[in-house]
């Protein structure tokens, strides 16, 4: 039992001014395995104070970039020797497989810190150039106290895409990890207590979505950098908008896998634990759309559907487990929803549909679809191991197919061709498009195009969002 009675505010451990708290519940056995305070508006008011206090008048933002990457390769350091006991806290919250958590979750996670820490000498962070009245010096600045809100799929990588970069920046910042998943930031806040970052600089208070909308709308707060459901993204960026707020948004994801004529099934099926059944498919970059060419759809279907039925479902931490449980009861039950309204739709169901034979642990099995992209199972984002198979009659039509959605997130192409499948991927609208593979690589731009939010992660680029410039011109 993980039981933790303090918030990390201004460089301390304090008590919530309130007193209730979440209970954090395992999704495979339904047990509760932790308890933390459940931060309320005032908790989040002491930790904005806190932030608001460190840039305006603290060392941070004024020392040199090279002095903060030094700090944050000193917690990079620190994180890297903790991996394996975030790893298991990870996989105890939400179901990951263990053997995900140890190589994609933590792993990554500290990728991106380690990345930023070392980028600090590569940034211009002040340039000359002639104007045309004089010379100008172009300075980057921090923009400010950031908000980092985060939901429960991927915690630490999440976390880190946002406050990694605000930190080599310059900005402050207040993380609000999500209710389900506290255990890890609490984790992670031992970890920069003992790095010795100054107080203020990093502020955690896990909270549920009012206390977290309360730090949306601080005045104090000058950018919110959020990942979550496309619904409460537009719910924050009117709220920013208003306000006048800098904001970044990555939300949800209807992404297509286009299987051209002469693509290898193999190499495809190869990448399909990670495109589209990753974390159970709680993934916003999972491909769960595969458009197939007419006259090869039959044996698309199978050998998606041949894996589906193979794949291992279980316990969490038993290292042969490939697909864990969903991360809530309420999960489930929406995952379950989609299934049966993919079926009364008239979609073919050729594989999954069920429990798996669990009568503990919110479970649904890898879950396999023959159908069209006029379905709700192809248009709306389920977030759960299901996916839908769909023919198309040329390669038009298939892009076409891939780029009527609303969302615009992630995609791959699939050809023995990789110079045709570059001609493909640059006419499907994503932010993310992979040929013959998918994965999201830490040294470069992540985000999406239309629902699927504003701005970028990432790279060099994932800088960019918390970066003010300001020009100074002069007489010379």
Same mark, same amino acid.
């Given at each position: 039992?993980?039981?933790?009675?303090?918030?990390?505010?201004?460089?301390?451990?304090?008590?919530?001014?309130?007193?209730?708290?979440?209970?954090?519940?395992?999704?495979?056995?339904?047990? %509760?395995?932790?308890? %933390?305070?459940?931060?309320?508006?005032?908790?989040?008011?002491?930790?904005?104070?806190?932030?608001?206090?460190?840039?305006?008048?603290?060392?941070?933002?004024?020392?040199?970039?090279?002095?903060?990457?030094?700090?944050?390769?000193?917690?990079?350091?620190?994180?890297?020797?903790?991996?394996?006991?975030?790893?298991?806290?990870?996989?105890?919250?939400?179901?990951?497989?263990?053997?995900?958590?140890?190589?994609?979750?933590?792993?990554?996670?500290?990728?991106?810190?380690?990345?930023?820490?070392?980028?600090?000498?590569?940034?211009?962070?002040?340039?000359?150039?002639?104007?045309?009245?004089?010379?100008?010096?172009?300075?980057?600045?921090?923009?400010?106290?950031?908000?980092?809100?985060?939901?429960?799929?991927?915690?630490?990588?999440?976390?880190?895409? =946002?406050?990694?970069?605000?930190?080599?920046?310059g900005c402050t910042a207040v993380v609000k990890p999500a209710p389900e998943t506290p255990l890890d930031a609490h984790l992670f806040a031992q970890l920069v207590?003992?790095?010795?970052?100054?107080?203020?600089?990093?502020?955690?208070?896990?909270?549920?979505?009012?206390?977290?909308?309360?730090?949306?709308?601080?005045?104090?707060?000058? =950018?919110?950098?959020?990942?979550?459901?496309?619904?409460?993204?537009?719910?924050?960026?009117?709220?920013?908008?208003?306000?006048?707020k800098r904001c970044s948004l990555e939300l949800g994801g209807k992404s297509a896998a286009v299987i051209l004529e002469d693509a290898d099934l193999d190499t495809?099926?190869?990448?399909?634990?990670?495109?589209? &059944?990753?974390?159970?498919?709680?993934?916003?970059?999972?491909?769960?759309?595969?458009?197939?060419?007419?006259?090869?759809?039959?044996?698309?279907?199978?050998?998606?559907?041949?894996?589906?039925?193979?794949?291992?479902?279980?316990?969490?931490?038993?290292?042969?487990?490939?697909?864990?449980?969903?991360?809530?009861? /309420?999960?489930?039950?929406?995952?379950?929803?989609?299934?049966?309204?993919?079926?009364?739709?008239?979609? =073919?169901?050729?594989?999954?549909?069920?429990?798996?034979?669990?009568?503990?642990?919110?479970? %649904?099995?890898?879950?396999? &679809?023959?159908?069209?992209?006029?379905? /709700?199972?192809?248009?709306?984002?389920?977030?759960?191991?299901?996916?839908?198979?769909?023919?198309?009659?040329?390669?038009?039509?298939?892009?076409?197919?891939?780029?009527?959605?609303?969302?615009?997130?992630?995609?791959?192409?699939?050809?023995?061709?990789?110079?045709?499948?570059?001609?493909?991927?640059?006419?499907?609208?994503?932010?993310?498009?992979?040929?013959?593979?998918?994965?999201?690589?830490?040294?470069?731009?992540?985000?999406?195009?239309?629902?699927?939010?504003?701005? /970028?992660?990432?790279?060099?680029?994932?800088?960019?969002?918390?970066?003010?410039?300001?020009?100074?011109?002069?007489?010379?």
């Amino acid at each position: 039992m993980h039981v933790q009675d303090r918030l990390y505010i201004d460089g301390g451990w304090v008590a919530s001014r309130g007193t209730d708290v979440i209970e954090v519940v395992s999704p495979h056995t339904e047990e %509760v395995i932790g308890r %933390v305070p459940d931060g309320t508006p005032a908790d989040m008011d002491a930790a904005v104070a806190a932030a608001r206090g460190a840039f305006d008048t603290g060392p941070w933002p004024r020392m040199e970039p090279g002095e903060r990457a030094a700090l944050m390769g000193r917690l990079s350091e620190l994180y890297a020797a903790r991996q394996p006991e975030m790893a298991e806290i990870i996989t105890a919250e939400m179901g990951s497989s263990i053997t995900f958590s140890q190589i994609g979750q933590v792993p990554i996670a500290h990728a991106v810190l380690d990345f930023y820490a070392r980028l600090a000498d590569s940034v211009a962070w002040e340039t000359e150039r002639p104007g045309m009245l004089g010379p100008v010096t172009v300075r980057r600045e921090p923009v400010g106290v950031t908000a980092a809100i985060v939901p429960w799929n991927t915690p630490q990588f999440l976390i880190m895409t =946002k406050l990694a970069p605000a930190l080599l920046a310059g900005c402050t910042a207040v993380v609000k990890p999500a209710p389900e998943t506290p255990l890890d930031a609490h984790l992670f806040a031992q970890l920069v207590d003992e790095a010795g970052f100054p107080p203020g600089v990093v502020n955690i208070v896990p909270a549920g979505r009012e206390t977290g909308e309360h730090l949306v709308r601080h005045p104090d707060v000058d =950018k919110v950098a959020f990942t979550g459901s496309t619904a409460v993204g537009r719910r924050i960026g009117a709220i920013c908008a208003e306000q006048m707020k800098r904001c970044s948004l990555e939300l949800g994801g209807k992404s297509a896998a286009v299987i051209l004529e002469d693509a290898d099934l193999d190499t495809y099926v190869g990448w399909l634990p990670m495109a589209a &059944f990753l974390i159970s498919g709680q993934a916003c970059g999972a491909q769960t759309r595969v458009l197939a060419p007419r006259g090869r759809f039959d044996e698309v279907v199978e050998r998606v559907a041949a894996y589906a039925r193979s794949a291992r479902l279980g316990d969490p931490f038993d290292p042969a487990t490939e697909i864990g449980p969903l991360v809530t009861s /309420r999960q489930r039950d929406r995952v379950e929803g989609y299934i049966r309204l993919g079926q009364e739709e008239g979609a =073919k169901l050729v594989a999954g549909g069920g429990r798996g034979g669990f009568d503990r642990g919110w479970y %649904v099995e890898p879950t396999v &679809f023959a159908g069209d992209n006029s379905m /709700r199972i192809a248009r709306e984002e389920i977030f759960g191991p299901v996916l839908v198979v769909i023919p198309y009659e040329d390669e038009d039509e298939a892009i076409r197919i891939a780029n009527d959605s609303e969302y615009g997130l992630c995609g791959s192409v699939w050809t023995a061709d990789e110079r045709h499948g570059m001609e493909v991927a640059r006419r499907i609208r994503t932010g993310v498009c992979g040929v013959n593979m998918f994965i999201l690589d830490p040294a470069s731009p992540f985000g999406g195009v239309k629902a699927s939010g504003v701005g /970028r992660e990432l790279g060099p680029e994932g800088l960019d969002g918390y970066l003010e410039y300001k020009s100074i011109p002069r007489t010379g």
